[in-house]
């Protein structure tokens, strides 16, 4: 009886902390594949090449499709303009961290533009196999020599 017991209190002890371990038990993040980060570095690439072409339509097509119907092609634009020059005008980018989010993926960019580096957060969604650029938010820029 008492092995049995041990038995039923290390079986039980194993199931709860194998569920404490788990990414989603501990909200922890999961980073992207090389794959995935492949994948999604050439997205944010073609859009902020796009940009930097003052390719509008273009850029905008990176996005994913319900910012496109949540957001119309002008006020894209002039978001860009007004926000995000440093897109447009960029003296070299380059990557970050890449994680799985429950909505997509978040993956990290550094821009720069006249010394200074914008350090960008992205979020993309895939929706019917098609990856997309959900939004664009700034964590920080900082004074320093352009890469």
């Not at 794959?35 to 570095?41: A, M, N």
């Amino acid at each position: 009886m008492k092995k049995r017991t041990r038995l039923l209190t290390l079986v039980f002890a194993l199931a709860v902390s194998s569920s404490l371990i788990s990414p989603s038990a501990q909200g922890k993040t999961i980073v992207c594949s090389a794959k995935q980060k492949s994948l999604i570095q050439r997205h944010i690439t073609g859009q902020i090449d796009a940009l930097a072409k003052s390719d509008w339509e273009g850029a905008y097509s990176f996005a994913a499709l319900s910012f496109q119907k949540a957001v119309p092609l002008d006020l894209f634009k002039e978001t860009i303009k007004s926000q995000y020059v440093f897109l447009v005008f960029n003296d070299g980018f380059g990557f970050g961290s890449c994680k799985v989010t429950k909505s997509g993926f978040n993956q990290v960019a550094t821009i720069d533009y006249h010394g200074v580096k914008h350090v960008l957060s992205y979020d993309l969604s895939l929706a019917d196999k098609r990856l997309g650029v959900v939004a664009a938010n700034e964590v920080k820029s900082s004074p320093g020599l352009a890469a």
